[in-house]
């Protein structure tokens, strides 16, 4: 392996890590990691209620 292939492999083993953390600490700061129910279920709403498909692929 060449140098610069080295320096892309131990790289990736601080890189990717690090931003992980960051993101998992940014995510616990911000309350993202507080009520997972609510999130999981901002997508529904009048139109779709939770339960009923609305959608089918492919439609019958």
Do not use: Y
Not at 24 to 31: D, F, K, Q, S
């Amino acid at each position: 392996m060449s140098l610069v292939n080295w320096i892309l492999f131990i790289g990736s083993f601080v890189v990717l890590p690090v931003s992980a953390l960051f993101a998992l600490r940014w995510a616990i700061r911000t309350g993202q990691l507080e009520n997972l129910n609510k999130g999981a279920l901002v997508i529904f709403n009048d139109e779709e209620p939770v339960g009923r498909v609305t959608d089918r692929f492919p439609r019958p």
